[in-house]
């Protein structure tokens, strides 16, 4: 049985994303969001990442086919409450990189799947742990262009998975689209996700 929402729509421009994604989808549209990414005050990270999340998906929704199925995603890394997003600069990654340092910190992913019926919205929550830099590795690393696009300053999936030295909870959420709780919403609101893509 194929999904009875077409098309499916990822709300990112994020090359991981969409590698993610095509594990569960063969056929698939990309449209990045252009939603407000600011932060609202008194929510909590875990509400915030939230929040950004369904931004996306609603921006995205508003072009949209009537019949899509829309899914949207936001990244954010928290450390003693404070949310790190990208950086802004050089230095500002590396003020993000030494603040992770020889820390556990934890990273949230929000996954905000939208039906023409539905809107459903989970957060995954993963513990990493960072081991203690070595003086100039965080300029090393940043010089590297790759902490530039990614909320805390690092990748897992790339160098910055030097750093790392263990985590607790789910990996792909770190990467930025935790697959098996998107699996699981997806069966929730009536896809049946994956089927289509393992006949393929």
Same mark, same amino acid.
């Given at each position: 049985?194929? $999904? =009875?929402?077409?098309?499916?729509? &990822?709300?990112?421009?994020?090359?991981?994303?969409?590698?993610?994604?095509? =594990?569960?989808?063969?056929?698939?549209?990309?449209?990045?969001?252009?939603?407000?990414? $600011?932060?609202?005050?008194?929510? !909590?990270?875990?509400?915030?990442?939230?929040? &950004?999340?369904?931004? #996306?998906?609603?921006?995205?929704?508003?072009? $949209?086919?009537?019949?899509?199925?829309?899914?949207?995603?936001?990244?954010?890394? *928290?450390?003693?409450?404070?949310?790190?997003?990208?950086?802004?600069?050089?230095?500002?990654?590396?003020?993000?990189?030494?603040? &992770? $340092?020889? =820390?556990?910190?934890?990273?949230?992913?929000?996954?905000?799947?939208? @039906?023409?019926?539905?809107?459903? @919205?989970?957060?995954?929550?993963?513990? *990493?742990?960072?081991?203690?830099?070595?003086?100039?590795?965080?300029?090393?690393? @940043?010089?590297?262009?790759?902490? +530039?696009?990614?909320?805390?300053?690092?990748?897992?999936?790339?160098?910055?998975?030097?750093?790392?030295?263990?985590?607790?909870?789910?990996?792909?959420?770190?990467?930025?689209?935790?697959?098996?709780?998107?699996?699981? +919403?997806?069966?929730?609101?009536?896809?049946?996700?994956? !089927?289509? #893509?393992? #006949?393929?």
């Amino acid at each position: 049985m194929e $999904s =009875r929402f077409q098309p499916v729509i &990822l709300a990112s421009q994020s090359p991981r994303r969409k590698e993610l994604l095509a =594990r569960i989808f063969s056929d698939f549209q990309v449209c990045p969001a252009h939603a407000d990414e $600011s932060l609202t005050p008194g929510f !909590t990270p875990k509400q915030n990442v939230a929040c &950004l999340a369904q931004r #996306k998906a609603q921006a995205v929704a508003q072009h $949209s086919d009537c019949q899509a199925l829309i899914i949207a995603s936001d990244t954010i890394v *928290v450390c003693d409450d404070v949310i790190l997003g990208k950086p802004e600069n050089e230095a500002d990654a590396v003020r993000m990189l030494r603040a &992770l $340092s020889g =820390r556990t910190h934890q990273v949230m992913t929000a996954v905000c799947v939208k @039906t023409p019926e539905r809107e459903l @919205t989970q957060v995954s929550v993963t513990d *990493v742990t960072f081991r203690t830099l070595r003086d100039g590795e965080a300029e090393a690393y @940043t010089a590297t262009g790759e902490p +530039m696009d990614k909320a805390g300053a690092y990748g897992i999936q790339g160098m910055g998975g030097l750093f790392v030295t263990g985590i607790d909870g789910d990996y792909y959420g770190v990467m930025g689209l935790p697959i098996c709780m998107l699996h699981e +919403m997806l069966w929730q609101v009536g896809c049946d996700a994956g !089927t289509e #893509k393992q #006949k393929g």
